[in-house]
């Protein structure tokens, strides 16, 4: 159990509730093996069994109601400890009182899955037990709540997360060097998945499809299982990839060209449209600082892309990492219905944000993704970029 990460998270949610003026946040949730609560681990740090309420006040007051037999493993966190035996609803509906709350934000939202997590069949509970209490007409989404606290991260989170791209990049960087030129895209992945079986490491997505691979020109492009393709010489070897380590994720994409005979050097061509996509996510990244919403990111790349000539991207050009690949929040992505009200949401410093975006061409697909922190005054890269094609093969292992 993370104790010092729960109570830099639970005061720092208790700070958010202040400046909003959010009287206090309710997150509900039982079984959680079963159906996980997304911020359980901020908040808690293990599974619970029974009915569990924790709620964090503007005030700086925090307090979990929860099972008896799950009571003990709270002893050591930064709340008030309520167990109880038959009914969680009397205590809660106590505690409620002492705070006294004219609202609850609550863990359900429309458009922020990480904000969600809270199922109908809870939410029924929860307004019975509030039923002809003062509090039956208090709850309110908690998306902005969730938003503010999983997306600036703390101290901790943030060593994580760099400790996560660093062990991602050596990975990566091992890949080159021990590709062989009969590897199929399956074997790339499971020699990737070997190594982080040796390091006891997740994966930051599914695991089958983590990494995705992509060997040239015909290989099928999007998230999709490694197939029994080689990498032709002449084109380019595409892999997205990022470990979990210590619960925190990285998201990156490279590009690897294989020399030919005929092109020991990538053709003029393609090295103008890897300049291209470098351009544009360069665009997207220049656009970053806090205040500035997701969607006017997404246009500045994608704007940069199109006037090169590419046709539009099919997805956001980026979205915040921490606990996950895709970690909810506001994202630098276009207004589209399937967004929802992401794109609108605002940056905010010391969130973490990928900046990605690709073009397909008779080489393979030539896609980038760095990652970067947002400062005070714009970003700075947590990735080392790559900023050329590097070369994969017998011709640069043996030199």
């Known amino acids: 159990m993370d104790t010092d990460l729960v109570a830099e998270k639970t005061e720092q949610a208790a700070e958010v509730l202040a400046e909003r003026n959010i009287d206090c946040w309710l997150t509900f949730c039982r079984e959680t093996t079963e159906i996980s609560e997304p911020n359980l681990p901020f908040l808690l740090g293990f599974d619970v069994v029974w009915p569990t309420a924790i709620v964090v006040s503007k005030t700086g007051r925090s307090a979990v109601v929860l099972g008896r037999h799950d009571a003990p493993n709270a002893s050591e966190l930064p709340h008030d400890v309520i167990p109880y035996d038959e009914s969680l609803g009397e205590p809660l509906l106590e505690l409620l009182r002492e705070e006294d709350p004219d609202e609850i934000a609550v863990n359900y939202s429309r458009d922020d899955n990480t904000a969600d997590g809270l199922t109908h069949g809870m939410f029924l509970r929860l307004r019975d037990i509030l039923d002809g209490s003062d509090y039956e007409e208090s709850l309110t989404s908690a998306e902005e709540v969730v938003s503010a606290v999983r997306g ?3 101290p901790t989170e943030r060593e994580r997360v760099e400790q996560a791209v660093a062990t991602t990049q050596e990975l990566l960087g091992d890949v080159r060097e021990r590709w ?3 590897w199929m895209e399956a074997d790339v992945a499971d020699w990737l998945h070997a190594r982080m079986d040796e390091r006891d490491l ?4 599914s695991w089958d499809y983590c990494p995705t691979v992509h060997a040239g020109g015909e290989s099928d492009i999007g998230h999709t299982l490694p197939g029994d393709r080689t990498l032709p010489a002449g084109e380019v070897l595409h892999v997205d990839f990022g470990v979990k380590q210590d619960g925190y994720s990285a998201d990156m994409q ?5 020399p030919s005979d005929e092109w020991p050097d990538p053709p003029a061509d393609l090295d103008a449209a890897f300049a291209d996509v470098r351009a544009a996510i360069e665009a997207g990244r220049e656009r970053i600082e806090p205040g500035v919403p997701g969607h006017e990111v997404d246009t500045a790349a994608r704007e940069t892309l199109t006037d090169r000539g590419w046709p539009e991207y099919d997805h956001a050009f980026g979205h915040q990492v921490g606990r996950n690949a895709h970690d909810g929040g506001t994202l630098l992505g276009p207004r589209w219905d399937r967004y929802g009200t992401a794109p609108q949401g605002e940056i905010r410093a010391g969130e973490i944000y990928t ?8 080489w393979g697909y030539l896609g980038q993704e760095e990652m970067v922190a947002v400062t005070a005054d714009g970003t700075e890269w947590l990735t080392d970029p790559q900023e050329e094609l590097w ?4 011709e640069t292992n043996e030199s």
């Open 152 to 154: 600036v991260k703390s």
């Open 180 to 182: 062989d030129p009969d």
């Open 202 to 205: 997740g994966s930051a997505w």
């Open 254 to 258: 490279r590009l690897w060209y294989r």
């Open 355 to 362: 900046v990605e975006l690709g073009v397909e061409t008779e």
């Open 391 to 394: 070369r994969i093969g017998e």
